[in-house]
């Protein structure tokens, strides 16, 4: 009896056997596929984490400027590169690096894909040598066109902040126009005008008035166009109102001679050498910023500029027009023609019958200092010529660099801006800072929602 129990365990023994191992093989590929599918999710985080920051960085690129295939190749391994943190799969994630460009919809998917080696699921030929790990995005980009008027205060009061009035302005191009973004393929033109008692135009101011501009200092006009953006050689209903000159050169204050109007570019290194070029002096005649910022944007002074600097058409499909005004202080000064009449008497002399008196009169431009205010002459004229701009539909940020904002200065600015979220009050140095950045952040996102 015992020889036939003992074969019989023997004969279930070897019927257990292959399936305890088989069992231990299940139990083993089981508890490491956790293992394995732990590296893939490990992997596609860093795969997502470096496409994320590549499409977004394109996205931006291809706001600020027209690329090519190649161009676009390159910035995509670039950014890639530079945000995976892992060796063992770069290459191969590169080169399978791939995007598909809409460019009627202004959109870009982007996608890319690696395997990874699995440890456990293969074994006994159970499951796949690798498990192929895909990630992809799609980031819209903006195909409008941007034409900015950056209105500088550069009066004396900003003395001590220039530094930070710079600062503030170069991080606004950084983030508009690239630095890979060319003169002919940038989407962005930005002008430049300093502003005090006047601005100065430089070349352009004989041209604007007659050679009547004292060290190319321009002012103001008077007369039917005043408020408007006709153009500087308009046809006056009444020529007397402007008195053979179209606009005013009744200061020499203006800013120096490296302090020109810059008119619409997207040359970078223009740009910034004028931003480092911004000092402070004079008084502030705020009106005359604000116009001469207007009409670097206008149309109809497209004859002025050179050909690369003509501003769109208004109703321009694909371009949207911004300006940002900013100050530190009230406006104080204001012109307007001033007539004088001088009289010579000839003949005998006085007490003589036979004497006579000449009387000649002559017009001229005048400069006039007034105290600070909201409703002053020239706070008003600011105020005018903003609220003529906005119904061209300029969109116009206001900046005042300040600590009251019950200030006239402040005011004006409230006033100007296109809406309340448009206006800033800069009451420190990186306020003024923070508030350019968000204003360039901001003209971003509306070229992304058109």
């Not at 166009?225 to 402007?242: G, I, K, N, R, S």
Request: proline letters at 3%; aromatic letters at 8%.
């Amino acid at each position: 009896m015992f020889p036939v129990l003992r074969r019989k365990i023997k004969e279930d023994q070897g019927s257990v056997l292959p399936i305890f191992a088989v069992m231990i093989l299940l139990v083993t590929v089981t508890a490491g596929a956790g293992i394995d599918f732990a590296r893939a999710v490990n992997l596609r985080e860093k795969l997502s984490i470096a496409l994320d920051a590549s499409a977004l960085t394109l996205a931006v690129e291809l706001s600020t400027s027209t690329m090519t295939d190649d161009e676009i190749t390159s910035s995509l391994r670039k950014v890639f590169a530079a945000n995976f943190f892992d060796d063992t799969y770069l290459e191969t994630a590169l080169a399978n690096l791939s995007y598909t460009l809409d460019t009627d919809e202004g959109t870009v998917d982007i996608s890319t894909k690696a395997a990874v080696p699995t440890t456990f699921i293969q074994l006994g030929g159970i499951g796949p040598e690798t498990l192929t790990v895909s990630v992809n995005t799609e980031v819209a980009f903006s195909q409008y066109e941007v034409e900015l008027a950056l209105v500088l205060d550069v009066t004396g009061s900003m003395r001590s902040d220039i530094s930070t009035l710079q600062e503030a302005t170069e991080s606004l191009v950084d983030t508009l126009i690239s630095e890979t973004a060319t003169s002919s393929t940038s989407k962005v033109k930005i002008s430049i005008v300093p502003y005090s008692q006047g601005v100065n135009l430089g070349s352009y101011a004989s041209t604007v008035s007659n050679g009547n501009a004292s060290s190319n200092c321009v002012t103001e006009r008077l007369g039917e166009a005043q408020y408007t953006d006709d153009p500087y050689d308009y046809t006056p209903d009444d020529a007397t109102a402007v008195s053979d000159t179209y606009f005013g050169g009744g200061s020499s204050s203006c800013p120096s001679s490296k302090m020109t109007l810059l008119p619409l570019t997207s040359d970078r290194d223009d740009l910034m050498d004028k931003i480092d070029d911004l000092a402070a002096s004079g008084g502030t005649a705020g009106q005359t910023g604000v116009a001469w910022g207007w009409y670097t944007l206008s149309p109809n002074w497209a004859d002025l500029w050179p050909s690369e600097s003509a501003p769109s058409d208004y109703d321009e499909d694909g371009v949207i027009k911004f300006a940002v005004i900013m100050t530190d202080g009230d406006n104080n000064a204001y012109y307007g023609l001033e007539t004088t009449k001088t009289c010579t008497r000839s003949g005998g002399g006085f007490g003589h019958g036979n004497s006579s008196q000449t009387c000649t009169t002559s017009t001229n431009w005048a400069g006039y200092s007034e105290n600070e205010g909201y409703n002053n002459t020239s706070s008003t004229r600011a105020r005018t010529l903003c609220t003529a701009m906005k119904e061209k539909g300029i969109t116009v940020y206001g900046v005042y660099f300040g600590t009251n904002s019950s200030s006239a200065g402040a005011l004006n600015m409230s006033a100007c801006a296109s809406s309340s979220s448009n206006f800033y009050l800069a009451s420190s140095s990186s306020e003024l800072i923070s508030a350019f950045g968000n204003i360039a952040k901001t003209i971003q996102a509306i070229r992304l929602t058109k």
